[in-house]
T-cell receptor
Framework: EAGVVQSPRYKIIEKKQPVAFWCNPI?????LYWYRQNLGQGPELLIR????????DSQLPKDRFSAERLKGVDSTLKIQPAELGDSAVYLC?????????????FGSGTQLSVL | LAKTTQPISMDSYEGQEVNITCSHN???????ITWYQQFPSQGPRFIIQ???TKVTNEVASLFIPADRKSSTLSLPRVSLSDTAVYYC??????????FGQGTELSVKP
């Protein structure tokens, strides 16, 4: 069974440029998460989707970040314009439900470098 | 939201048992305790989850005392491939799972 698939694996851009990350969750998983992980730190939740509805986006910097999950499957996270401080690994995860045994399955992430 | 505290780093040798303790003094009644493992250039991977007492699977054991204010992840007979960062998380139904800084375990030959 395929796991969570993310692309691209690496992305290098100049500041003020836009960038987008794509995530395909595990088939049948209703809940999808985007995390950002800075070097040496634990992942930080940006947004969580239940099907196509964003149920928690309190940590998403809405002035430059946007996300969508059309049809409740794939998701895209966008940054426009990117800043130097956005350099990090962006992780996507999915889980079957939001119930108590909330086991998250993570992708390998997209490593973003903003120059 | 319950906050967790765990050692920043630990060292061990191959074949030893490693115990990583996590403090979560403000754990709520409905919260479960979950541990994840992360290797470099990979996303975190679920290891084990529990609510109280002891849970064991093919990878690790999780010990939770009666007051549930702490938990201990036990890795039996570690190998070099167990070198990773281990995260302790506390959360419940519909709740937000917050990762702390994690414990960087280094296993030496």
């Amino acid at each position: 069974e395929a796991g969570v698939v993310q692309s691209p694996r690496y992305k290098i851009i100049e500041k003020k440029q836009p960038v987008a990350f794509w995530c395909n969750p595990i088939s049948g998983h209703n809940t999808l998460y985007w995390y950002r992980q800075n070097l040496g730190q634990g992942p930080e939740l940006l947004i969580r989707y239940e099907n196509e509805e964003a149920v928690d986006d309190s940590q998403l910097p809405k002035d430059r970040f946007s996300a969508e999950r059309l049809k409740g499957v794939d998701s895209t996270l966008k940054i426009q314009p990117a800043e130097l401080g956005d350099s990090a690994v962006y992780l996507c995860a999915s889980s079957l439900t939001m119930q108590w045994d909330e086991k998250l399955f993570f992708g390998s992430g997209t490593q973003l470098s903003v120059l | 939201l319950a906050k967790t505290t765990q050692p920043i780093s630990m060292d061990s040798y191959e074949g030893q048992e490693v115990n990583i303790t996590c403090s979560h003094n403000n754990i709520a009644t409905n919260d479960y305790i979950t541990w994840y493992q992360q290797f470099p250039s990979q996303g975190p991977r679920f290891i084990i989850q529990g609510y109280k007492t002891k849970v064991t699977n093919e990878v690790a054991s999780l010990f939770i005392p009666a007051d549930r204010k702490s938990s201990t992840l036990s890795l039996p007979r570690v190998s070099l491939s167990d070198t990773a960062v281990y995260y302790c998380l506390v959360g419940g139904t519909g709740g937000k799972l917050i990762f702390g800084q994690g414990t960087e375990l280094s296993v030496k030959p």
